[in-house]
């Protein structure tokens, strides 16, 4: 999965997108380390644990939980991975482009 978020990243880098995490493995330091140690770059926001208030919030009882959103901020899907994700993302971005 991380591969293809890389890729995915990387390519819409100039596009309205943008891919955040919700780390809950524990605090800044260990997520720093798991960061570099996958070559992650995108954004990441520390959860602190599973039942940190992020997870808690977003009603989130399995990782990785993905939600992807639109322009408006409506969930618009949950949980795709890999080429599904990427389509549902392209398609969202095919409705904002005139």
Do not use: C
Not at 40 to 57: E, F, H, K, Y
Not at 86 to 97: D, K, N, Q, S, T
Request: charged share 30%; glycine share 8%.
């Amino acid at each position: 999965m991380i591969p293809h978020e890389k890729e995915m990243v990387e390519r819409l880098q100039d596009e309205p997108f943008a891919l955040i995490g919700i780390n809950s493995d524990g605090d800044r330091e260990s997520l720093q380390k798991i960061l570099k140690d996958n070559g992650i770059a995108w954004r990441q926001a520390v959860d602190g644990s599973t039942n940190g208030p992020l997870a808690t919030r977003w009603n989130v009882h399995g990782w990785p939980t993905i939600y992807i959103l639109d322009h408006k901020g409506v969930i618009r899907f949950r949980d795709l991975r890999d080429e599904a994700m990427e389509r549902a993302v392209m398609e969202l971005l095919a409705e904002i482009r005139p």
